[in-house]
């Protein structure tokens, strides 16, 4: 296995790199965690392109061009960590253009989680650590004070440590390995593809929010016909929000929808891993950080912990 990477802990007056490298954002959006940013001792630079729009059929944060000059801008500097503004779409576009030659000489944490996915994938790739973890930007329903407090933990050098929920589907058993993972449908956007994740013998973690059942279902079986669930040691599943149709899901906004966790129970019913749901992660309220490509434990009784290394 690759020996990954893990950035130093980020010093306190370290400038931290503010990027938009998918959807766009607005004036204003970014504002309460810039201040945040500064209460904790670091310095905000915000991009050139940060508040860039581009519309395509969707609302880039700027063209690729400009989008990409920013996350090579943020990636080759001199920062303590680089902090996305938001996921949505457009980061797969970069993937291909990315020069790691001087981020390899000075690496840094990237912190971002949904479509910024595969950027992560494709750092653990190239043997580097990331942040699975909340955007600047938060969303409708905001995002609780620990979902940004586990964040600067894990850049001042501090061990995670969860509990996920105490879920009906959870599999026991005990397991430990390399994290890998994300939102799942950004995982299934580069299946097959240099930039996907190496799956063996790692633990798998997922989340999603706003697909269809049928979706849900799809993209696992992707994963299952790429031969993911044969070669994992556990699977762990966090929020899934936002599922089937808002007019006839009574569970439209839990954050662990029970429809697709009896989805994903019913796929994977026949492999022996431990699985556990309910972890704090993911399009939810509480979205507690994680560190893709740490060593973790997996212990799943009737609550599962997830200890990292």
């Known amino acids: 296995m690759k020996e990954i990477i893990f950035p130093e802990k ?16 607005e004036q204003g959006q970014l504002d309460k965690t810039l201040e945040l940013i500064k209460s904790k001792g670091f310095e905000a630079v915000l991009g050139p392109n940060v508040y860039a729009k581009y519309s395509n059929g969707y ?54 989680y949904s479509d910024v996915t595969v950027l992560q994938s494709y750092l653990l790739k190239n043997g ?10 938060t969303s409708s329903q905001g995002v609780s004070e620990a979902s940004y407090e586990g964040i600067f933990n894990i ?13 009906p589907f959870n599999k026991k058993g005990k397991a430990k390995g390399q994290l890998v993972g994300g939102n799942l449908a950004m995982i299934y956007s580069v299946m097959g593809s240099k930039y996907s994740f190496d799956f063996n013998d790692k633990i798998l973690f997922i989340e999603d929010i706003g697909e269809q059942f049928y979706a849900l279902d799809r993209m696992l079986m992707n994963l299952e016909l790429n031969g993911v669930f044969g070669r994992i ?23 662990f929808d029970p429809m697709a966790y009896e989805i994903i129970a019913q796929k994977l019913d026949k492999y022996d891993f431990p699985i556990a749901y309910g972890l704090a992660n993911g399009h939810i309220f509480d979205n507690q950080p ?19 290394k």
């Open 10 to 25: 980020t010093k306190k007056g370290s400038s931290i790199a503010v990027i938009t490298p998918a959807g766009a954002i």
């Open 59 to 112: 609302n880039y944060g700027g063209t690729p061009e400009e989008r990409l000059k920013d996350l090579q801008w943020a990636l080759d500097g001199d920062f303590g960590a680089i902090w996305t503004t938001r996921g949505g779409y457009g980061c797969a576009q970069l993937l291909q253009h990315i020069n790691l030659k001087k981020y390899k000489q000075n690496p840094k944490y990237l912190i971002g």
């Open 128 to 137: 580097f650590a990331s942040i699975h973890g909340q955007s600047i930007k």
């Open 155 to 167: 850049l001042n050098g501090k061990n995670l440590k969860y509990e996920a929920e105490d879920i």
């Open 233 to 255: 040691k556990g699977l762990i599943v966090g929020g899934m929000t936002g599922m089937g149709d808002e007019k006839t899901n009574e569970h439209y906004e839990a954050s």
């Open 290 to 308: 994680l560190i893709i490509g740490a060593e973790v434990e997996m212990n799943v009784k009737d609550k599962a912990q997830i200890t990292f």
